[in-house]
């Protein structure tokens, strides 16, 4: 006899809430049901004035292949990181003052939510028990108590340790000791875990970083993950499935160098990024004092521009006017945690060496994000053709400058060119508003 027709109305109802129930359960261990991060453009993009190339400018077919499904990380992470500043130099009292400034100067109010600590946090060995130990001398309390104080402001505090036996600091690692390391992790109230490479013992990184996922996902506990295998496996291929995001490069320095190469690489792997894990150039060295004003803005225009986690990697505490107006753009950090969640990359070069470029990815609105970066010694004009942002010649579009803060023009057509200062970089919204049909 068939199911359907022995139970009775309420029986059938709970059939189904049941199969439902299963239904959504096996999705959220099998990965969320992915949908294609341009399907609204797809649909109404070319009425609007964008053209039939779009898609292939702005590809996104790799993203959503067997996404981590632990909720967070709809948006890239943003907060801050001890290293960049600190290094080993750090203490219980500087992730204290930097939680209470981070509060008391707005920026977490825009989003700056993660306290991170980095390496050198632990003694130099287990105790007894196997288990990690703070150091005593730098973090007397404890990390549950610091969690605690982090917690109270509002805020999240993350921690770090290496898929190795050991980290980068020669304090312990956390091969082999995923589980335990986790559950710890979890009691202390932790809510991000970035996660090394070194002294792996030659073991790929597609084996060593999946058992601490599966160990953070045990705990019950959302914790972010964040995977930082310095893209040596190329982790986009792969990380999706495992973190909440993943190091595509070797570690930034505060170079001018170091940062555009870093983008660079970071943008080859552009299609593979989305909500749920996101591609990691490395921290934000804004306000560490190796670069001048206008190269920290390009770099935190690209960073943001690339969706990439936008941890911040100075002295909060000590923070300049120039470094301040930076990170707090909040029309730059909306651009960095739109909803529709598409990697921008780099759509046109030319000059010298390429270094006249324009960058641009697809916004949530039927919107463009472009930004005009000027890699060249000296100032130059930089032109943003339709063509190459996928839009049709004959589309009128409205202009807003996100870094002065107003609406350059109303009805670009075909183009769109400004002067760049030397290292410098524009950041604009494109709003399309009419489009005439052309001859097909």
């Not at 986690?309 to 505490?317: A, Q, S």
């Not at 009128?396 to 609406?407: E, G, I, M, N, T």
């Amino acid at each position: 006899m068939r199911v359907g027709v022995a139970m009775s109305s309420m029986k059938k109802k709970r059939f189904v809430f049941a199969l439902v129930l299963c239904l959504i359960i096996d999705v959220g261990f099998a990965g969320r049901v992915v949908v294609p991060l341009l399907q609204s453009y797809e649909k109404a993009s070319y009425s609007r004035g964008f053209s039939r190339n779009f898609g292939k400018s702005f590809d996104t077919s790799n993203y959503g292949i067997l996404q981590l499904n632990n909720g967070l990380a709809s948006t890239p992470q943003m907060g801050w990181n001890s290293w960049n500043f600190f290094a080993c130099n750090i203490s219980e009292t500087i992730i204290k003052e930097t939680a209470d400034a981070l509060v008391s100067t707005g920026l977490a109010e825009l989003g700056y939510d993660h306290v991170n600590i980095d390496d050198c946090w632990s003694s130099p060995l287990r105790d007894l028990k196997g288990q990690l130990v703070p150091d005593t001398k730098t973090f007397p309390s404890g990390i549950k108590a610091l969690a605690d104080y982090v917690h109270g402001k509002g805020l999240k505090l993350g921690i770090y340790s290496d898929a190795g036996v050991f980290t980068c600091q020669v304090r312990p690692g956390s091969l082999f000791h995923e589980n335990d390391d986790a559950a710890l992790f979890a009691s202390w109230g932790v809510d991000y875990l970035k996660y090394d490479n070194c002294f792996n013992l030659g073991i790929e990184p597609k084996k060593r970083y999946p058992p601490m996922r599966d160990a953070l996902n045990e705990t019950g506990r959302s914790i972010f993950y964040s995977l930082c295998e310095w893209g040596v496996d190329d982790p986009a291929l792969w990380a999706g499935k495992v973190g909440n995001s993943w190091r595509t490069t070797g570690d930034i320095n505060d170079t001018w160098a170091s940062m555009t190469s870093i983008a660079d690489i970071n943008d080859k792997w552009a299609s593979y990024a989305g909500p749920g894990g996101w591609n990691d150039p490395d921290m934000l060295e804004v306000g560490n004092g190796g670069m001048s004003y206008q190269e920290y803005r390009a770099h935190f225009s690209i960073w943001a521009l690339m969706k990439a986690p936008l941890l911040i990697g100075c002295d909060v505490r000590n923070m300049t006017a120039e470094t301040f107006e930076i990170l707090s753009n909040k029309e730059v950090i909306a651009v960095n945690q739109d909803p529709l969640g598409v990697q921008g990359r780099k759509v046109y070069v030319s000059g010298t060496d390429n270094c006249l470029q324009v960058w641009a990815g697809p916004l949530s609105g039927h919107r463009l994000v472009v930004a005009l970066w000027n890699r060249c010694p000296k100032a130059e004009t930089i032109t943003a053709q339709w063509d190459a942002l996928g839009l049709e010649s004959s589309t009128k579009v409205s202009v807003r400058d996100l870094w002065q803060h107003k609406q350059v023009t109303g009805d670009a057509v075909s183009s769109f060119a400004a002067q760049v200062d030397a290292h410098d970089c524009q950041m604009y919204i494109f709003t399309p508003r009419t489009v005439t049909r052309s001859v097909i």
